[in-house]
């Protein structure tokens, strides 16, 4: 049984933003007792994220929610967009590939800093990307 | 607009990077220190990053791009101070580094960059009285 | 709309004796809890049930109503597991009440068949579900306190060793799993960091068998101490090993590797600059040395 203990919606629309996810994700992550390590991973995976969002997805958000099923508690973070969306998924989440525009390794590096990942996307139809990190 | 200073040491220049960078402060940092390296003919760059709790992927390219920059402008370039849980991250990511020289702090920064502008000139064949 | 909650309130005083006795004629630990607290502990719970049951509601635990009744239970589980009993032992405690409870419906419902199945059959339902979430409770406790050890056994097996000045070195004993790794290399970056050590050997003498994971993940620790400034030396690498890698296509030729910690720690001291000189105390006369070397003056190189 998932319960969500906490929330918050962070607009995501210049750089300074993406600053103050990371920090926010920082005082979430240190919260919830994350492994200085993990704290690491999850808010550069927010960073990378975070980014992708402003300079592809033309401005967004993220969501985050702390998480907790019966077994332990975890951070999740939903970035959405309304952007040109991503035309070919498999080929976005390989290594080192690049639109051009840079996008390279956030996506598919952001996806081993996590637990769990999850990404939607159409064509003209935006972009979401939720991931988890459990503690 | 702040900017991330930049300290003169005889030959060679110092950079301690303190904050959590937005996109602009590091590209302008990038700019800064090609134009301080061309003015002063710097033979050295030492970057500290040992207060940066957080690399990302646009962070480390910034890295190695002013690491390629300064050798094509005749300065080598150490990194010193990372963190491991930022190491262990940028492994994870994906980012390697090659071409980027580290060392685990400052002073071993220094020495590895006065060898390396040893090296340097020897092989370059390069006579110009540098004193660091 | 169950008449439970009636039916448990009337019959209580009664019902806990009867239970009290299903528990103790069967399996009875005494020696980890005595029976006064045992009866504390029923008595507690059947009244838990009676009044969580007054809201007619019986099949559906989730509820509001319930959760008194749902935390007794993870709370009574949960200190039997620490205890030393066995989850079928846990288990019984729940469902012992049964028998007492059929007993006591059919002697007040004789009469009315049809109330009666309704009735055993909620208090059947109830009483499975509370068992389940008993022995939920219990495993859960039990994967804590595995986890807890697994975790202080980690901590103990994975030291950092300074071999000389700037030199650490990690012999791994054991196999390796993911987590393992993971806190070997967070125990040998920070012990880097910590010992400004530009050197570490990663021994693996004691490693039995390497698979491609636990490969990968010996390649990100030393390719993340490079990235710090250290270089690290893979030894005690044995032939099987060795093949193993080869037949698994890892790449390992970006890292340094010794056969031996020998090897390794004679490379190690020659990237610190440091040298080990033979001294031959055999033909020569106190504070003098054949090759001409002063003893004197290389101690003190040798300390630097």
């Not at chain 1, 005082?27 to 592809?56: C, P, Y």
């Not at chain 3, 393992?180 to 880097?192: A, D, G, N, P």
């Not at chain 3, 032939?239 to 910690?261: C, E, F, M, R, Y």
């Not at chain 3, 190690?268 to 090759?291: F, H, Y």
Request: contains cysteine; hydrophobic residues 40%; aromatic residues 4%.
């Amino acid at each position: 049984m998932m319960t969500t203990l906490k929330t918050e919606s962070v607009p995501l629309r210049s750089s300074a933003d993406v600053v103050t996810l990371r920090q926010k994700v920082r005082a979430w992550t240190a919260e919830l007792k994350f492994s200085l390590v993990d704290q690491t991973k999850m808010i550069t995976a927010s960073s990378e994220l975070g980014r992708n969002t402003v300079s592809h997805g033309g401005g967004g958000n993220c969501l985050m929610e702390v998480i907790s099923n019966d077994i332990r508690s975890g951070l999740r973070l939903t970035f959405e967009d309304q952007g040109p969306g991503i035309p070919d998924i498999e080929l976005a989440l390989k290594d080192g590939y690049s639109t051009g525009s840079g996008m390279g390794l956030g996506l598919s590096g952001s996806k081993r800093l996590v637990n769990e990942f999850q990404i939607a996307s159409k064509p003209g139809e935006g972009t979401r990307v939720s991931v988890v990190r459990w503690k | 607009m702040d900017r991330i200073p930049i300290l003169r040491m005889g030959n060679f220049l110092l950079v301690t990077i303190q904050v959590d960078m937005h996109d602009q402060l590091a590209l302008t940092l990038q700019d800064d220190l090609t134009s301080a390296i061309s003015k002063n003919g710097s033979r050295g760059v030492l970057i500290d990053i040992s207060s940066l709790e957080i690399v990302d992927s646009f962070i480390g390219r910034m890295l190695a791009n002013i690491s390629a920059m300064a050798r094509i402008l005749d300065a080598q370039t150490v990194l010193v101070g990372m963190q491991p849980a930022v190491a262990i991250t940028l492994v994870e990511l994906g980012m390697a580094m090659p071409g980027v020289k580290t060392a685990l702090n400052v002073e071993a920064g220094m020495e590895l960059l006065r060898e390396l502008v040893k090296a340097h000139h020897l092989e370059t064949g390069d006579d110009d009285d540098s004193q660091n | 709309m169950s008449k439970l909650a009636d039916f448990l309130q009337k019959n209580e005083s009664e019902l806990l004796s009867d239970w009290m006795n299903e528990q103790l004629a069967g399996v009875r630990r005494r020696d980890l809890m005595n029976d006064a607290d045992l009866q504390t502990q029923s008595a507690e719970l059947l009244r838990a049930i009676t009044q969580a049951a007054k809201n007619g509601n019986v099949t559906d635990l989730s509820r509001g109503e319930w959760t008194p009744v749902r935390d007794r239970l993870t709370d009574i589980s949960s200190s039997r597991a620490k205890q030393g009993f066995s989850s079928s032992e846990t288990a019984m405690f729940v469902f012992s009440l049964k028998q007492p409870l059929f007993k006591r419906l059919r002697t007040e419902l004789a009469k009315d068949p049809e109330t009666l199945f309704t009735e055993t059959w909620h208090a059947n339902t109830l009483i499975d579900k509370l068992g389940l979430m008993t022995t939920e409770a219990f495993m859960k406790t039990k994967e804590q306190l595995i986890a807890k050890q697994a975790e202080e056994m980690l901590e103990l097996s994975t030291p950092v060793v300074k071999l000389w000045q700037g030199i650490v070195a990690i012999p791994l004993i054991g196999t390796l799993d993911s987590n393992r790794t993971q806190v070997v290399m967070e125990s040998l970056l920070s012990t880097i960091v910590a010992t400004n050590s530009k050197v570490a050997i990663i021994d693996i003498t004691g490693v039995p068998a390497v698979d491609t994971l636990v490969a990968q993940h010996l390649l990100k620790t030393i390719t993340a101490a490079k990235l710090m400034g250290a270089e690290c030396i893979l030894s005690g690498i044995r032939p099987q090993i060795a093949q193993t890698i080869v037949h698994l296509g890892i790449n390992l030729a970006d890292v340094i590797t010794k056969a031996s910690l020998a090897d390794a720690l004679a490379l190690a001291l020659q990237k610190t600059g440091k040298t080990v000189v033979r001294v031959d105390r055999a033909n020569q006369k106190p504070g003098e040395r054949k090759d001409g070397v002063d003893e004197k003056d290389l101690a003190e190189k040798k300390g630097a």
